[in-house]
């Protein structure tokens, strides 16, 4: 019975991964009502995390994932969260991509003036991470598909943030699950647990540190990281 069925089960397109069926969701963090962290600068990190989403979702399509979205949420922050899991599930998507800026815990900011105001930054750290939760569904494939982006990004001259695993991090502290790549283990987020399909969140570097927020405005900077994501798709849909 079991090689009947077997015999009778045609894997879907997504499940061969045809690149041009293959639903892939680049999550916008936060809205522009609630816009995540503040830059050293005073940018939002809302302003960050859609300019660079966008180009990813341009990138991925550009290399055949004609069925890519960029998925923009309104509202607070909380309701977001689910609003972003509702989307994605009544979407059928195969990945999720959340893409997010960094930032520090707030005992470790520092004061400076920019621009005549008052701001904050700390350059203590610096590099993106990625992050994945042990409870969503296809656990195994999101690991392997963070673990080939970070591969891409490292190859591409970036480092990632190794702070997750210090105690100073607090209830931001995260095991690391792949210490070549800089991948963690978050897995209580709303994205990445409730979501049906495979589901990564990026961190593409930290807006907190003075000279990285200055290369994440950068074209250069941008480019390689959203070059980085269509390399990493095309391998992880080659692999399946
Ligand atoms: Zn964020």
């Known amino acids: 019975m079991a090689k009947a069925a077997k015999a009778s089960v045609k894997p879907s397109a997504a499940e061969r991964c045809e690149p041009g069926k293959f639903r892939i969701i680049v999550d916008v963090g936060h809205t522009s009502e609630a816009l995540g962290a503040t830059s050293a600068r005073n940018d939002p990190e809302f302003g960050f995390n859609l300019h660079l989403a966008k180009l990813v979702g341009e990138r991925l399509k550009a290399s055949g994932f004609a069925a890519t979205r960029v998925l923009v949420t309104d509202g607070k922050a909380k309701a977001s969260l689910l609003k972003r899991v509702a989307t994605a599930n009544g979407a059928r998507a195969d990945l999720f991509l ?14 400076w003036e920019f621009d005549g105001a008052k701001s904050w930054f700390s350059d203590r750290f610096s590099g993106h991470s990625l992050f994945v939760s042990e ?9 392997s598909f963070a673990r080939l982006l970070g591969k891409e990004l490292k190859a591409g001259g970036l480092h990632y943030a190794s702070q997750y695993t210090l105690p100073l991090m607090g209830r931001y ?8 790549v800089g991948v963690y283990r978050y897995d209580s987020l709303v994205v990445l647990s409730r979501t049906n399909s495979a589901a990564v969140l ?3 570097g930290s807006i907190i540190n003075r000279d990285e927020e200055m290369a994440m405005n950068s074209p250069e900077r941008q480019e390689l990281i959203a070059g980085a994501v269509s390399t990493a798709m095309r391998t992880y849909c080659e692999k399946r």
Do not use: G, Y
């Open 135 to 143: 409870r969503n569904p296809h656990f195994a494939a999101s690991l």
């Open 173 to 180: 502290r995260h095991q690391l699950l792949d210490k070549d």
């Open 98 to 111: 959340s893409i997010h800026h960094d930032s520090v815990p707030d005992q470790l900011l520092e004061q």
């Open 202 to 204: 990026l961190e593409a």
